[in-house]
């Protein structure tokens, strides 16, 4: 099972540790950090993928195991009231995405690998009477995901007084 809150958790601990920025998803707080700070959001939180299904036996029991890896699009923008500050900062946190974080998700042996970085955008928006300085980018995450049903095995069949033994394996 996908735990995004774990993955935010995961990155904001990590980040603070190395930047000492503010990492908050914009949408659930109340008040905006101190600037610059990073925000975050799952814009497309399960991308299917293709799978097929592995059936193993176990005595009696079919289990059959459909094994996807999807992927999920999440969104970082940095937020300033300065727009070199603004700018900076986001390369910053991209550069610490592209080449920190990776290693932070090995080192924890989370299910969980970066699958592409995109580019630094400008994401800045006038509100009211100034601009907020906003530059962003996307990261393409990668995990596995596992489902299983169990179901009785018919071992043999009895026909007309005739038992036929049935081989599934």
Not at 15 to 38: A, G, M, N, Q, R
Not at 48 to 62: V, W, Y
Request: net charge negative.
């Amino acid at each position: 099972m996908i735990r995004h809150s774990e993955i935010s958790e995961f990155i904001r601990s990590h980040l603070w540790d190395d930047h000492e920025i503010y990492f908050t998803d914009v949408e659930s707080v109340k008040e905006k950090p101190p600037y610059p700070f990073v925000s975050h959001k799952f814009t497309s939180p399960y991308i299917e993928q293709a799978h097929g299904p592995n059936i193993a036996f176990d005595g009696a029991k079919e289990i059959e195991t459909h094994t996807t890896q999807p992927t999920m699009t999440i969104s970082f923008t940095v937020y300033s009231t300065d727009r070199d500050e603004c700018l900076d900062a986001a390369i910053s946190f991209r550069n610490w995405v592209s080449f920190l974080l990776p290693r932070y998700l090995e080192d924890e042996r989370l299910d969980v690998v970066i699958v592409n970085v995109e580019q630094v955008q400008d994401r800045t928006v006038f509100i009211e009477t100034e601009y907020e300085f906003r530059h962003g980018f996307d990261v393409m995450l990668r995990t596995t995901n596992s489902i299983q049903r169990q179901t009785d095995r018919i071992d043999y069949v009895e026909i007309n007084d005739r038992v036929i033994s049935i081989k599934g394996e």
